[in-house]
């Protein structure tokens, strides 16, 4: 078994992986990067972010033809759908994104050692290839950057065929005519947008009183009333009690809350109830690493785990399990080994849920900020009274400030609405700043644009919206 020397070994190449690698490597490093799967980007762009959103878009295309090109006035007669190139076209955007980091570690001159990763002492990762070989890598410090896996459902236990992932509802081989989605989260909200816009009868059943819980009440509300309006049906405050496979059928007993039962069938179930970190076979417990109940590896506020030379981050420590924040510990964790001063803001990471429209939020809700005992103001501007939203036929939705009614920082921003998820980095920058809501009613916004219901939300902070 031979046996291979680095400055830093990164464990995972997901996206805090990789580009812990990349910032390691520009950093002077010499680094090595071990992965199990074939390719490299994890789960977001092998069967995550990246797939989910090339279906997104595809499926939008697709429902705007069957639904909204006549009020533009364009006729389309006998539109059709080929679901064979719309995955093929899905699985084309994977894999140039994929090469493409094949190639960024390339030119980083990173290794990539294709295998299983274990710790086996605090400098050295034993590696199992496919072929059941081993090898040994050693280095100074270490990152683990394993990711998550769904979190199972004990009622209706993943079969891979008929009660599914995230991970096979992306390569449905037909429209299914009904599919149940278990967890009204951004997975699961997502994927049931894609197939209901191909034609599926959508049923979301959540165990909470609304969907996507983290985010704001009223954004939640607005959205459930959009996807109720575009066909998706919604079973609140219901949890899954057992589902059976039945040929090519399943039977879902659910019960709401009031303990009153009922009978739902469909060809799929999608179980999308959350992620749990993927640790396992990793060796932490070997060499003295602890992880807390949910299965997250206890780090401090420098990522460095019980044992110095070893940091965690992204979906394997505490705090949101998305990719941009992964992608940021990954930087900070590189910079911290290299002796200079990484950090995170966790209280400017955005939220989105990719619908149509979008859901993106930044900061508090009107909830925490109640729990935190913060006095605050509110100001919302819906896109309906805006000249970009109406000329585009996109008119659901608002845009809601919310700031300190003594010092008017910034707290959070909410958006339901089109291009939530790119509007949502000017909040995200005023709040890394510092900035306040004035700071935003202040600044020229171009004219027209679905920006301007930004400004106009600020404005309204203090009741001085101009066009509403």
């Not at 009622?155 to 449905?172: H, N, Y």
């Not at 339901?416 to 995200?428: C, K, L, Q, T």
């Amino acid at each position: 078994m031979a046996e291979q020397n680095f400055d830093l070994i990164v464990i995972g190449a997901g996206p805090g992986g990789y580009v812990a690698a990349i910032r390691a490597a520009q950093l002077g490093m010499k680094v090595a990067c071990v992965e199990k799967d074939k390719t490299l980007g994890g789960t977001c762009l092998n069967i995550g972010c990246i797939p989910s959103k090339a279906l997104l878009d595809s499926s939008e295309h697709f429902a705007h033809v069957k639904g909204k090109l006549s009020r533009h006035g364009i006729v389309v007669k006998d539109v059709g759908l080929d679901l064979g190139v719309m995955l093929k076209r899905k699985d084309q955007v994977v894999s140039g994104l994929t090469q493409g980091i094949a190639g960024l570690f390339k030119k980083n001159k990173i290794v990539h050692a294709h295998g299983m990763g274990k710790l086996v002492s605090s400098t050295e990762v034993e590696v199992t290839k496919a072929d059941g070989s081993k090898e040994k890598l050693s280095a100074k410090n270490i990152i683990l950057a394993t990711g998550s896996e769904p979190t199972p459902l004990p009622s209706a236990p993943f079969d891979g065929k008929r009660v599914v992932s995230s991970t096979e509802a992306l390569s449905f081989s037909e429209i299914p005519a009904r599919l149940i989605v278990v967890g009204g989260g951004a997975i699961g909200l997502e994927m049931g947008s894609v197939w209901s816009r191909l034609g599926s009868k959508v049923t979301v059943v959540e165990f909470q009183d609304r969907i996507v819980p983290f985010a704001d009440r009223q954004a939640s509300q607005e959205l459930l009333k959009v996807l109720t309006r575009q066909g998706l049906e919604f079973k609140l405050s219901t949890k899954v009690t057992q589902a059976k496979v039945s040929g090519k059928a399943v039977q879902v007993e659910v019960e709401d809350a009031s303990g009153k039962k009922d009978k739902l069938e469909a060809e799929y179930v999608l179980v999308a109830i959350g992620r749990r970190p993927f640790s396992q076979n990793l060796g932490l417990k070997e060499i003295g690493i602890p992880q807390d109940k949910a299965g997250r590896v206890e780090v401090d506020a420098h990522f460095r785990t019980k044992v110095p030379n070893i940091y965690a981050i992204g979906d394997l420590i505490r705090g949101p399990m998305l990719a941009h924040k992964a992608e940021d510990e990954g930087i900070a964790a590189a910079e911290i080994i290299a002796g200079q001063h990484g950090h995170v803001n966790y209280e400017a990471i955005p939220n989105i849920v990719y619908t149509w429209p979008e859901l993106a939020s930044v900061g508090l809700n009107e909830d925490e900020c109640k729990a935190k005992g913060l006095t605050y103001k509110v100001g919302t501007f819906p896109f309906i009274a805006n000249g970009r939203a109406k000329a585009m036929d996109e008119v659901e939705g608002f845009v809601k400030v919310i700031a300190d009614s003594k010092t008017d920082r910034l707290l959070g921003m909410h958006i339901v609405g089109p291009r939530a998820s790119d509007m949502i980095a000017e909040a995200v920058m005023v709040m890394e700043f510092g900035g306040s809501a004035e700071d935003i009613a202040r600044s020229t916004h171009a004219h027209p644009t679905l920006a301007e219901v930004v400004k106009e939300a600020a404005l309204a902070v203090d009741k001085r919206q101009i066009h509403m």
